[in-house]
């Protein structure tokens, strides 16, 4: 089944440690995805790629870098992980899909990571 | 900037309607998603919404007024496993900005 991965699933670390999320997916899509949940805030973009040699920041970028090893792999770093950091984390895909609306541009979401920084 | 409100918390009944409604302010708009989400689990698509009107799939219904800002999730019979958060979600150029949830309670 074509599906978005997250590893690890769940981490506890410290503060000052790099750490590294990733994801990979079999969908065949360009489009990737990391966004941070914390309760109350919903959903924050923190970097997007619209294919392998294009990286963007989201809205809350600082803090983090990513890199896009192929199309279907896209991994998330903390260089220097601190507690405001803790939250969950998802990535996701996207695709033009076709509906009775017309075209969309759907996001299919990881897992998440539940990152606790300590 | 992206400004996306919808209410924290609502609570109804096993076979009840309930509404939720979304405001967005948003400097661009290819459409507007909404996706539930069960607790420790991934978002999931329920609807899309580009032109004004209301698009009704099975007992799950969304409702969008451009000029106004303005869309609605409609969720009609309600189950005890539609009680998950509803995010409302503002697409612009492949990007989503998505409000902060709203987790419905579905009681006996």
């Known amino acids: 089944d074509a599906d978005v991965t997250q590893t690890p699933r769940n981490r506890i670390t410290k503060t000052g440690k790099r750490i590294m999320l990733e994801c990979s997916q079999t969908?065949?899509?360009?489009?990737m995805y990391w966004y941070r949940q914390d309760p109350g805030l919903g959903l924050r973009l923190i970097y997007y790629?619209?294919?392998?040699?294009?990286?963007n920041k989201g809205e809350i970028s600082d803090g983090y870098s990513v890199s896009r090893q192929a199309q279907a792999k896209f991994s998330l770093s903390l260089e220097s992980a601190i507690p405001n950091q803790t939250a969950l984390y998802f990535c996701?895909?996207?695709?033009?899909?076709?509906?009775?609306?017309?075209?969309?541009?759907?996001?299919?979401f990881g897992p998440g990571t539940r990152l606790t920084v300590l | 900037g992206q400004n996306i409100d919808q209410p924290t918390e609502m609570t109804a009944t096993e076979g009840a309607i309930v509404q939720i409604n979304c405001t967005y302010q948003?400097?661009?708009?290819?459409?507007l998603f909404w996706y539930q989400q069960h607790a420790g689990e991934a978002p999931t698509f329920l609807s899309y919404?580009?032109?004004?009107g209301l698009e009704e799939k099975g007992r799950f219904s969304s409702f969008l007024s451009r000029s106004k800002g303005y869309s609605y999730l409609l969720l009609k019979e309600l189950q005890m496993k539609d009680s998950a958060s509803y995010l409302c979600?503002?697409?612009?150029?492949?990007?989503?900005?998505f409000g902060a949830g709203t987790t419905v309670t579905v009681r006996a």
């Open positions: 996701a895909t996207s695709a033009v899909t076709s509906g009775r609306m017309g075209s969309y541009n759907e996001q299919f």
């Open positions: 969908k065949g899509h360009d489009r």
């Open positions: 790629s619209f294919d392998v040699k294009d990286i």
């Open positions: 948003t400097s661009g708009f290819n459409g």
């Open positions: 919404n580009v032109l004004d």
């Open positions: 979600a503002v697409s612009n150029d492949y990007k989503l900005s």
